[in-house]
Nanobody
Framework: QVQLQESGPGLVKPSQTLSLTCTVS??????????WTWIRQPPGKGLEWMGA???????RYTPSLLSRTSISRDTSKNQFSLQLSSVTPEDTALYYC?????????WGQGTQVTVSS
């Protein structure tokens, strides 16, 4: 069974870069044709798909965050990461990593990130 675990700082100052890592177990992030995703949920709002990295390393981003978002991976550690630059308090959210394997959705437990000075 695939398991995902987010990690990273819970507090980021405005204008800095938010960096999160998702550690995957129970499955390789290079297995065809899986895609590994970052999703967030601001307080009181719905889920927002941020972007994804595929098994081949290709990436996609939601247009509204394209200029500030970067997703990368470390295949030796079976991890993929999110970087969101120039953060503002509006980037405060619960951040999740997720994937779909064999028709089943797997999610990390989520990590709260607060943007505040």
């Amino acid at each position: 069974q695939v398991q995902l675990q987010e990690s990273g700082p819970g507090l980021v100052k405005p204008s800095q870069t938010l960096s999160l890592t998702c550690t995957v177990s129970g499955g390789s992030i290079t297995i065809s044709y899986y895609t590994w995703t970052w999703i967030r949920q601001p307080p009181g709002k719905g889920l927002e798909w941020m972007g994804a990295i595929a098994y081949d390393g290709s990436t996609r981003y939601t247009p509204s965050l394209l200029s500030r978002t970067s997703i990368s991976r470390d295949t030796s550690k079976n991890q993929f990461s999110l970087q969101l630059s120039s953060v503002t308090p509006e980037d405060t959210a619960l951040y999740y990593c997720s994937t779909n394997v064999g028709g089943l959705n797997y999610w990390g437990q989520g990590t709260q990130v607060t943007v505040s000075s």
